[in-house]
Nanobody, 127 residues
Framework: QIQLRESGGGSVQAGGSLTLSCAAS????????MGWFRQVPGKEREFVAT????????DYADSVKGRFTISRDNAKNSVDLQMNDLKPEDTAIYYC????????????????????WGQGTQVTVSS
């Protein structure tokens, strides 16, 4: 079973940048499509970004397209989320997730497709 740990959260002013990192352990990292989700109190967890097993295919929520970039390094068992031009509405707890994918090109955008989750990291954007 893959284990995930996020880091890199924090507080930033609107327009600023943060990079979240997710370190995986437990083996088999390259067998998983990876994703980032976020959640605010009282709301459902929402999709942010996903990357395929080989890193070639990505997808983003419309709200973050053009501002966020997801990338992975299979040699280092890690996936990053570069967040630029942050807005107060990006404030949330951000979660890294892993989902089994049969194809190296598969991306996963629904919460139910992921079975391993990190503990989350808080991102706060002030206006």
């Amino acid at each position: 079973q893959i284990q995930l740990r996020e880091s890199g959260g924090g507080s930033v002013q609107a327009g600023g940048s943060l990079t979240l990192s997710c370190a995986a352990s437990g083996g088999g990292f390259s067998l998983y499509a990876m994703g980032w989700f976020r959640q605010v109190p009282g709301k459902e967890r929402e999709f942010v970004a996903t990357v395929s097993r080989n890193g070639d295919i990505t997808d983003y929520a419309d709200s973050v397209k053009g501002r966020f970039t997801i990338s992975r390094d299979n040699a280092k068992n890690s996936v990053d989320l570069q967040m630029n031009d942050l807005k107060p509405e990006d404030t949330a707890i951000y979660y890294c997730a892993a989902g089994r994918a049969g194809s190296i090109l598969t991306i996963l955008i629904v919460t139910s497709a992921y079975h391993s989750w990190g503990q989350g990291t808080q991102v706060t954007v002030s206006s």
